[in-house]
């Protein structure tokens, strides 16, 4: 079963695309969390170069920096994609997560 990778950010899912070429890696450019839908992601202004501070977490600092950055990007419930995307005997092995204090959301 191949890995599956979760990136919202435009910068670092353009990386990842082109990294994860001819690996079994699937890169699916979303979010996770409680809820399927749109959510709105912080990038400090300065954050250009993808040193990355993003969050989806509101009580993250970086949302109180003044040239933060917003904008709408897709988010999925992990149950859902795992539903649609393992077979009714194949499970989860292992589960790594970094989402900047959103936590609670994607293991809720």
């Known amino acids: ?14 990386f990842l695309s ?4 001819g690996t079994r890696i699937e890169l699916v450019r979303a979010a996770v969390g409680n809820s ?5 992601m912080y990038t400090p202004g300065a954050d250009t170069a993808a040193h990355h501070s993003a ?8 949302v109180q920096v003044a040239n933060v950055r917003t904008r709408s990007v897709p988010q999925l ?6 539903a649609s995307v393992l ?5 989860l ?6 989402v900047e204090g959103y936590e609670y959301p994607v293991f809720e």
Do not use: C, Q, W, Y
Request: net charge negative; hydrophobic share 40%; aromatic share 4%.
């Open 36 to 40: 399927a839908g749109m959510v709105t």
């Open 87 to 91: 077979g009714r005997h194949e499970r």
């Open 55 to 62: 969050t989806l977490s509101e009580a993250n600092p970086v």
């Open 77 to 82: 419930r992990l149950d859902d994609h795992l």
């Open 93 to 98: 092995d292992f589960l790594k997560v970094d």
């Open 18 to 21: 082109r990294a994860l070429t």
């Open 1 to 14: 079963r191949p890995v599956i990778a979760f990136e919202p950010g435009d910068v670092h899912a353009d």
